[in-house]
């Protein structure tokens, strides 16, 4: 059964929804993307759950769907921020006792450095979605040209859909940061090595936000196992592009990595 509830994480709430499997065990946990939340997951988190049988839980950053909002510029850290201090605070409050992270994008970043550098017994594994591990010419580019459409594009009343009051948190704070000329220095690749865990990194071979160095980066510095699938005809939105072969790919990697 699906559940919507916000909960409060000092004095700003978190718009959270979890669908139940009935044996309870091993949670899957969804981190959006740059410009998702809880309900831009749209019918993947079922399909998970009929898929898998596992309890699926998801949230929306600050500053994204009905979550509290937050004061712009965000932080050019803001991807281990969310990773060091708001999930964790999150997962202690559901008291989850084991779970995999799958994130979209700077989700993945995010599920990314949670591995790196937070000490989790209970974290087993990582799915990522079009992951990103440092800046490319590529992405700048593309978030460039969706950024100078904006204004006169119907991307904003698209996107008010799902953020309400949010809707401009969430597109300049992810615009401007991927934007800014100092953000061109981030990169994950010095921590892979820091991750232990089975790995699943899945890209769309149309993807036009990037390319596939980072998968491979995911692939030669993950300590852990690694596997990377490649799904042709498919965006930067594997799981809405293509989910029955997102959906494959993850099940042969939970097979392999016996989860």
Partial sequence: MLREEFIKIGSKYVETSRLRASDGGEVLVLLHEGLGCVKLWGKFPSKLKEKFGLSVFSYSRFGYG??????????????????????????SIFELDSYTLVGHSDGASIALNYAALVN?????SLVLLAPHVKVEKKTVDEIRQVSDSYESSDLREKLRKYHKENVECAFYGWSQSWLNPDFARWSLEDVLRKIRIPVLAIRGTDDPYNTNSHVESIRENVSGLTWVASIAECGHSPHRDSPDSTLKSIESFRAAAKL
């Fill in 66 to 91: 009905r979550s509290s909002g937050i004061a712009l510029p965000r932080s050019l850290d803001y991807l281990r921020e969310e990773a060091l201090e708001v999930l964790p605070s999150i997962l």
């Fill in 120 to 124: 989790d017994p209970k974290l087993k």
